[in-house]
Nanobody, 112 residues
């Protein structure tokens, strides 16, 4: 059974940084592409970015490209989302994703 646990969210001022982590279990992590998504209440789920299994290929939603970086440590079954230059518009519940399965999410709030 796929199990994903996100952490690292919090309250940060605009321009600040956070690093989210997602620990995975229940599947062959090192061969699995992983994604990050976010959702604001009342709005649809939004794809943030993805990373391939090896960790040498990433893609990002245009509004976060250049500010967010996805990486992974396959020895720790963990994928990361480094978020820099955070904006109020980045406020959301963030999820990691494997083939449509997500964890409980971690809340990121960007506020002055």
């Amino acid at each position: 059974e796929i199990h994903l646990v996100e952490s690292g969210g919090g309250l940060v001022q605009p321009g600040g940084s956070l690093r989210l982590s997602c620990v995975a279990s229940g599947f062959d992590f090192s061969s699995a592409a992983m994604g990050w998504y976010r959702q604001v209440p009342g709005k649809r789920l939004e794809w943030v970015g993805s990373i391939n299994g090896v960790g040498n290929g990433t893609k990002y939603f245009p509004s976060v490209k250049g500010r967010f970086t996805i990486s992974r440590d396959n020895a720790k079954n963990t994928v990361y989302l480094q978020m820099n230059s955070l904006q109020v518009e980045d406020t959301a519940l963030y999820f990691c994703d494997r083939a449509g399965r997500r964890g409980q999410g971690t809340q990121v709030t960007v506020s002055p």
